[in-house]
């Protein structure tokens, strides 16, 4: 696969978006994980939704709870679905890796859309999530469990997935004045996914 596909991963979901969002669980296998991040942050608190994707579930469990949300994605047909799902909500086309808002949230969520970076960018993220949190804010996102890099292959069209180390993941959160809160090793009951939960001390 070429560079420019490792880089532009999120093109994919401009060819898939229809298929992926009605194949997407709505189970919410994900709300253990929300849930925490519900029980650390301010009621009605800010939280930015970092790949939002189509808005759900996550971004509609969040809503629903009276949290006010903005979602970044970069996928033009996945922000067109989250718009028709949600069009009272404000969405951004964004690649999260130019992300620079003018503000700041209490929590940010890159649930298994920080995972499509190339691991140099991933690295480059951690300024990013630090400069849009509030302090004491929540970083969640979800990784691999190895340094490692991967295609698999959805609705016929290859997506590109890499991970660093766990104990880079760590190095980083540290360097950027993150404590650790939670790290879940392929989760069973959710989809094997693991998920970083981290606040920021500031």
Known sequence: MSD?????????????????????????????????????????????????????????????????????????????????????????????????????????????????????DQEKMFNIFQEHLEPNGILMFTSGNEQSEAWSENFSQALFHASLSPERYMELLSAHQFSLVQHSIEDPECGGATVWIAQLIQ
């Open 4 to 120: 420019k596909e490792r880089k532009d991963v999120f093109k994919v979901y401009d060819i898939i978006g229809e298929s992926f969002y009605e194949n997407r669980s709505q189970n919410l296998m994900e709300e253990k994980y929300l849930e925490t991040i519900c029980s650390l942050i301010p009621k009605a608190g800010k939280i930015l939704d970092l790949g939002c994707g189509s808005g759900k579930p996550i971004f509609e469990y969040f809503k629903k709870r009276g949290f006010k949300l903005l979602g970044v994605d970069a996928s033009e047909k996945m922000l067109a679905i989250a718009r028709k799902n949600f069009p009272e909500d404000k969405f951004l086309l964004m690649d999260m890796r130019q992300l620079h808002l003018d503000q700041k949230f209490h929590a940010i969520i890159a649930w298994h859309s920080f995972f499509h970076l190339e691991a140099k």
